[in-house]
T-cell receptor
């Protein structure tokens, strides 16, 4: 079974530029998450989708970050304009579903995109 | 504010010893508990999940959960140099909330 795919793996941009990241979850996984991991920290959730609907975007800086999952499969995360403090690894994760049965909520991560903002 | 606390380490253990990693969490309503391993420059890899009080064993790994004390731990038996990594503890409510991660404990297994 193929894992979570992400691209690009690395990106270097100047501040105030825009950038987009792509994620394709594990086949059949209804729930998709975008996390931001700053060096030395644990991942922090940015946004959670169930199919193509947003479940939680309370920690997404909506003035500059946006995300979509139009067909309930792959997803894009965009930053516009980027700031220096956005330098981090952006991780996409997926889980089978989001129901009361906890076994199906195990999250599996993609390789991440390392963003450097100069 | 839901919090997950871990000692950042580094925790150094000799090869073949037992490594003990600890995690405490603030939200008493937490239901699901996970340990992820993260090698330098790589993404987190799920190694253990535990949902009920007590121990859960999988190979050289044992997860221990004590909900009354809001404490979860990971034991690694017969530690190998390849176990050297950062171990992230993650917690969530039942079903419909995101994972809250600790900052991770860096483990170094010395050959």
């Amino acid at each position: 079974e193929a894992g979570v795919a992400q691209s690009p793996r690395y990106k270097i941009i100047e501040k105030r530029q825009s950038v987009a990241f792509w994620c394709n979850p594990i086949s059949g996984h209804a729930t998709l998450y975008w996390y931001q991991q700053i060096l030395g920290q644990g991942p922090k959730l940015l946004i959670q989708f169930q199919n193509n609907g947003v479940v939680d975007d309370s920690q997404l800086p909506k003035d500059r970050f946006s995300a979509e999952r139009l067909k309930g499969v792959d997803s894009t995360l965009k930053i516009q304009p980027a700031k220096l403090e956005d330098s981090a690894v952006y991780l996409c994760a997926s889980s089978l579903r989001m129901i009361l049965d906890r076994r199906y909520n195990e999250q599996f991560f993609g390789p991440g995109t390392r963003l450097t903002v100069l | 504010q839901k919090e997950v606390e871990q000692n950042s380490g580094p925790l150094s253990v000799p090869e073949g010893a037992i490594a003990s990693l600890n995690c405490t969490y603030s939200d008493r309503g937490s239901q699901s508990f996970f340990w992820y391993r993260q090698y330098s420059g790589k993404s987190p890899e799920l190694i253990m999940s535990i949902y009920s009080n007590g121990d859960k064993e999988d190979g050289r790994f044992t997860a221990q959960l004590n909900k009354a004390s809001q404490y979860v731990s990971l034991l690694i038996r017969d530690s190998q140099p390849s176990d050297s990594a950062t171990y992230l503890c993650a917690v969530n409510m039942q079903g419909n909330t995101p994972l809250v991660f600790g900052k991770g404990t860096r483990l170094s297994v010395i050959a």
